[in-house]
C-alpha cells in the first residue's frame, strides 16, 4: 500500500533528503553537476560530486525546515504526516525497493512475485536481516502491520478502499475473525498475500500491499490502541534502515546513529542530527553553514540562497500537487464511510466551486511568489507519471469574468448593494476558508487568493480568523470542523498514482468527503485486472481526472518542483529517482560545514 504523506502540502519523500552547511579542513575546492531537470524556466542539477577526500565518519547535520514542533509518530502504520515520513527516511523499515518507473524490484529486503490467476503475492524476506537492536527480521514482522491497520481499534487512517481488497480483512476488522484470512504464513522466510482483485497497481505498492515491516517483538503485545503514545513508538522505535534512533527531543531534533546491522553494510558516516528550523532562519543558517542538507525549503525563498557559494542547489519536479477542497459531506467513522451531502453543504452548489475556482490568479502566484518552481496543476495526476498524466486536459484557469458569469447565472446577486453577494436565496453568504500557518510570504499569498474572491464579489473570511497552525489545520480537516467550508492542502501521491486511498468512499482521507457510484466505479476500474490493458487504464486515468474536474469537489491548484541545497562538504548526493543515493554511503569532505565565503 502507498502511503499518502500530509504536510504543508503533503508530500513524498523517497529516502532522498536535502540541507546545507558549512566551514572545515579538507573542503571543497570545485564541484561538478551531472544530469538536469526542468521545471518552467528553472532548471538545477540532480546530483553532484564535491572534489575532497572524504573523512572517517561525522554526523551530517540536517535542517528540517518547519514553523511548528513535529509530531514526533515513529510508525510507518500510525503517523500522519511527511515530517514524520521525512525523519522515518533515515531509519527506513521498508521492504522493497523501487527503479526509476517506482516499480517494485527484488533488490530490497523482501522481494514479491505475482500471481494474477490466484490474485496472490508471495513475499520472501532475505536471509540474515537484523533489526536495529540485533534481532532477526521475521515473516511476523510482515504480517504484524496488516493486522495493526485491520483491527477493530486501530487508531489510524489507512484502514481505508485499498487495505479492504485483502481477502478476510472486513470481516478481521468487523470483529468477525481473529485473523486476516488472506494473509498467510509459509514459512519462516515467506507470507502470502491473498486479494480479492489484482491490477498494475500492484508492482507500485497499491492494491492493498502493504511495504513496511513491524517489529513484532518489541509491539506486538502492546494494544493497538495505544501504539501511538507509547514509548516504543515515540521513543525507542527499533528499525531496519542504515540509521537507528539514538535520542529524541519531542517536536525539535533527532539524533541518529549508524545501525551497526545494516543490512547493506554499516555506513560511512557516524550518525546524521535533523533539526526543526524555522522558515525566518533557514537561509542565514544555510549561508552560515550550520548544515549539510535541508528538507522541505520552501521556493518562495530561493532568492534569498541562489547565488551562495556554500552549496549546489539541486531539483526535481515532485510527486505532488496542491489543491483547493471543498467541504460537502462529514465522514461517518462508525460505519467508516464517507457521507456525501450536497443538498445540505454550503459548498453543494458546483456552479459556487468552479466560480472560486476561476478566480484564483494561481499563474501569476506560481511566477512571482514561487519563482516559477510551481505551476498551475490541471489534473490530480502529477507529470511526473508520464503515462497517465494528460496534457491536454485544460483545469481551471485563471478567469474573473467567468467566475463572474457563473455566479450570476446561478443566481448569486449582491441583493443589499454591499459588494458582495448573496446565495442563490438571497441570503447573507459568507464562506470560511481553512489554510496553514507558513512564513511571511504565504501569508501573502493567502491574502491575494481572499482578494482574488472578493473581486468576484464572494465574501471569504479564514477559519478562526487567523492561519492555522499544521497539526492543528488537518485535525480539524480531518475531523470536519464545522467552521471548514473550503480549505487548501496538497498531497504527496506516492509511488502509485491510484486515486484509491484519497477519493474511496471508505476513505478517511477523503476530506471533501465527496463521493457518487460514479467516482467508486472510475475508482475501481483503474484498479482493476481489466487495467493490465495499459491503454484501457490510461482511458480510466482520464475519466477520473474529467469526473472531478466537473464536479469540482476537489481543485488541482499546482505542481511543484521541489528544491535540495546541499553543502559543499557532501562528497557525493543524488536526486535522481533513478539513481537516489544510498544513506550508507553518504561521505563528507571536511569535520564540518561550509560556510559562504
Known sequence: MKSKWIQLVLLFSILVLGACSGNGTNAVATEKVVTTAKASDSTFGLSVSNEGKPIKGGVLQVAMVKDEPFQGIFSSELYEDAFDGDLMAWASNALFEVDGNFMITDKGIASMKVDQTENKVTIQIREGVKWSDGEPLKVEDIMLPYHMIGHPDYPGVRYDTEFQNIIGAEEYNAGKADRISGVVKIDDRTVEIYFKQLSPAIFYGGDGLWTNAAPSHQIADIPVEKLVESDAIRKNPVTLGAFKVDKIVPGESVQFVKNEHYWKGKPKLDGVLVKVVPSSSISVAIASGKFDLVRSFNATKLPEIENLKNITILGRPELFYAYLGFKVGKYDYEKKRVMTDLEGSKMGDANLRKAMAYALDIEQVSEVFYNNLRERANSLIPPVFESFYDRSLKGYVYDPKKAISILDEAGYIDVDGDGLREDSAGKKLEIKFAAMSGDSTHAEIIAYYLQNWKDIGLNVTLTTGRLIEFNSFYD?????????????????????????????????????????????????????????????????????QEYLEEVATVIPMQFRYEIFPVNKRVKNYSVDFTNPTELHEIELTAKKPIASK
Not at 477519493?503 to 466505479?521: H, M
Request: proline residues 6%; charged residues 25%.
Open 476 to 544: 480539524k480537516v480531518q475531523a470536519d470542523d464545522p467552521e471548514i467550508d473550503v480549505f487548501m492542502g496538497a498531497w504527496g501521491t506516492g509511488t502509485n498514482p491510484s486515486p484509491a486511498g484519497l477519493y474511496g468512499a471508505a476513505d478517511q482521507f477523503n476530506f471533501s468527503r465527496y463521493t457518487s457510484d460514479e467516482l467508486e466505479e472510475i475508482i475501481k476500474n483503474i484498479d482493476s485486472p481489466k487495467s493490465f490493458d495499459t491503454q484501457y487504464r490510461a482511458s480510466q486515468f482520464r475519466a477520473f
